[in-house]
């Protein structure tokens, strides 16, 4: 089956091989007692403003982490969206997204940092522009400049689309321009309201809540009221 919007035909309850389909199914609520509650939270994705996306070969972190993927868009290998190019350079860097702070900007750095390394195991040359380095990176093959700002724009010719990168390093005084043919910016992570809401009906505190960095591994937190745990 192939359909868009359901139109109440009942053909996919037919050919439905399970019989998992049931139109005929009204809402319950079912009350259950259990001995402990494990509150699985999700963290909902900031985006930079979005000035910086005006210019074509630009992407955030998590658009990055997918063009890595083997699954995404291009098989695993790093292409600009422009043009389909592999980009030689890229810039990554860590940009203010979260006006309330509720997300540290050591997750942001730490996934900029994993895909920085994950660009230069394909040959790219990869800097990072980060406020704070939170990570010994003397031993990596990645650059890292502690900045307090940085401006993006697009080169003067515009033919390329690469993008033109005017810091200062902290420390110096003279400002630097330097040309990259990509640039992949931070996000930030906070609490979605409805995961508060959830908290507040089964006894979790907001800040008894710990941001991370998303994985494939997962930790289990003990809270204020007992026998309920957080996986983040």
Request: net charge negative; with cysteine; proline share 4%.
């Amino acid at each position: 089956m192939s359909c868009r919007k359901c139109i109440g035909c009942g053909i996919c309850a037919e050919v439905c091989p399970r019989d998992a389909i049931e139109y005929s199914q009204a809402e319950e609520r079912t009350e259950l007692k259990v001995e402990k509650i494990l509150f699985a939270v999700e963290m909902e994705e900031k985006n930079p403003r979005e000035e910086y996306f005006m210019y074509q070969n630009v992407v955030t972190q998590m658009e990055f982490e997918r063009i890595l993927s083997e699954s995404g868009p291009y098989e695993g290998i790093i292409m600009r969206p422009y043009d389909g190019d592999v980009p030689k350079k890229i810039a990554f860097i860590q940009v203010e997204v979260d006006e309330d702070k509720s997300s540290p900007s050591s997750i942001a750095f730490k996934l900029l940092l994993q895909e920085a390394k994950s660009a230069k195991e394909q040959g790219v040359d990869s800097c990072i522009f980060a406020r704070e380095i939170y990570e010994d990176t003397d031993t990596e093959d990645v650059k890292c400049f502690k900045i307090h700002n940085v401006e993006v724009m697009e080169t003067e010719t515009g033919e390329t689309k690469n993008l033109r990168l005017k810091y200062v390093v902290e420390g110096e005084q003279e400002e630097k321009e330097e040309e990259f043919e990509m640039v992949v910016l931070s996000v930030g992570f906070c609490l979605p309201e409805h995961v508060k809401e959830i908290g507040k009906l089964i006894g979790v505190k907001p800040e008894e809540i710990k941001c991370r960095a998303p994985t494939v591994e997962f930790e289990i937190m003990k809270t204020e009221k007992d026998g309920v745990f957080i996986a983040v």
